[in-house]
């Protein structure tokens, strides 16, 4: 008999959300560690079917959009195996679909284990932002699976910018910004969590100056950086050199540090083993993370991985920076 785990992702319950996935592949990592399976496949069903209760910008004609931007994160599930996608404008057939994978699966003599459970699936129950799960496993096992690059793809996720990185002290950064996004201009709640962008044209001065030797690398959609960006001469932005998410995920786990924004990126960098710098938590990323607030680490934290509670301050990013960066050149 084979252990092997199958990971649920239902896009009719849960968001189209990089942080969110982020968090759903480490608990999918965590089942897997726990039943010692070999593999892990991975189940998408997409969406929505109707106008999405998660997301209301989303709807049939425009989530395959959506999803096609998001998707390379799955890619960095450890231990994957296969990914099966089922377009689920009938969720009920989606869910006939993952039954007779289940099915067949155990048919192949294997013991299946599934995150989320089938039951919470059906329900829409599961909670897809939580780190309780992940608290509890770090708890009992003083470590929890860490996201890596494909080694097949690792070279090729450098290659655009291969000369321009060499002999630089890579710093890949996110800075949210969704007051850019049409779709998320009316939710005030979310425009809560934008970072001040003043603050961090100070900060990058700074090291144009100090630390001329960093290089930092601005992740993100076109809509959520700044064209005051391409005037520093420390910043390069991947996107413009026709890179895309999977480029820039792997180039932030093959970074000398992360910082940015409480977001999905930093949600990324939080189950790697970079140094990193999250900033602008919120009361709401303490519920969420299952911490006090105002906590300076997570509980699986490793060294140099760092989080700064409320809108950043220039003098508050430097210290800690320098901090790090000091620390990562001994």
Not at 75 to 95: E, V
Not at 182 to 189: G, I, P
Request: with cysteine; hydrophobic share 35%.
């Amino acid at each position: 008999m084979v252990n092997r785990t199958i990971g649920i992702y239902d896009f009719n319950a849960a968001p189209y959300a990089l942080g969110d996935v982020a968090s759903w592949i480490e608990n999918v990592a965590i089942t897997a560690e726990e039943s010692k399976s070999l593999s892990t496949e991975i189940f998408i069903i997409t969406g929505p079917n109707q106008k999405s209760r998660v997301q209301s910008f989303l709807d049939r004609e425009n989530y395959h959009h959506h999803f096609g931007d998001l998707f390379p994160i799955f890619l960095f599930t450890p231990n994957l195996a296969k990914i099966h996608i089922y377009d689920g404008s009938h969720r009920f057939f989606g869910m006939i679909q993952l039954f007779q994978l289940l099915k067949q699966r155990k048919k192949e003599n294997n013991i299946v284990h599934t995150w989320p459970s089938v039951n919470d699936i059906i329900r829409k129950k599961w909670v897809y932002t939580s780190h309780s799960r992940i608290n509890n496993f770090y708890e009992k096992n003083n470590y929890i699976p860490r996201l890596a690059i494909y080694p097949s793809f690792s070279e090729f996720s450098e290659s655009p910018i291969k000369e321009i990185v060499k002999n630089k002290t890579i710093i890949s950064v996110n800075i949210r910004q969704r007051k850019k996004y049409s779709d998320y201009r009316n939710n005030y709640s979310d425009l809560l969590r934008d970072s001040s962008i003043d603050e961090w044209y100070n900060f990058f001065m700074y090291n144009e100056k100090n630390n001329p030797d960093c290089l930092f690398l601005i992740l993100g959609g076109y809509s959520e950086w700044d064209n005051k960006l391409y005037r520093f001469n420390n910043i390069l932005i991947p996107r413009t050199k026709s890179m895309n998410l999977y480029d820039e995920i792997s180039l932030l786990l093959k970074s000398d540090m992360f910082l940015g924004s409480s977001s999905g990126f930093a949600q990324i960098a939080s189950f790697s083993t970079i140094p990193y710098i999250i900033t602008n938590m919120q009361p709401s990323g303490a519920i969420a993370a299952d911490i006090p607030y105002e906590s300076p680490r997570y509980p699986f934290a490793l060294e140099n991985q760092y989080l700064l509670w409320g809108r950043e301050k220039t003098d508050q990013l430097i210290s800690k920076f320098e901090m790090v960066l000091k620390s990562i050149r001994l």
